[in-house]
């Protein structure tokens, strides 16, 4: 846990100024009831990357594939279609 809190924003400015320069198709999914990174994230993360879509799990928090494996299933079918 040590580990989490000493992450700052300066551990990831670099990667975040480069968002915009992924290609690659994208899928931002977040779980609405993210306690450890304000759901607002999410949003910003898919703002960023260029076609993003972003899918909100409702009810599920940090792991949303373990929180709402249908949910999350479906969420990837749909953008995989």
Do not use: C, H, K
Request: glycine share 8%; aromatic share 6%.
């Amino acid at each position: 846990m040590d580990q989490v809190t000493a992450v700052s924003f300066e551990d990831t400015r670099e990667v975040m100024e480069r968002l915009g320069e992924i290609t690659a198709p994208t899928l931002v999914l977040w779980g609405d009831q993210n306690q450890w990174i304000d759901p607002a994230a999410g949003a910003r993360l898919a703002a960023a990357i260029p076609g993003a879509p972003q899918v909100t799990v409702p009810g599920a928090g940090r792991f949303a594939a373990e929180d709402d494996p249908d949910d999350t299933a479906q969420a990837v079918m749909r953008f995989l279609a």
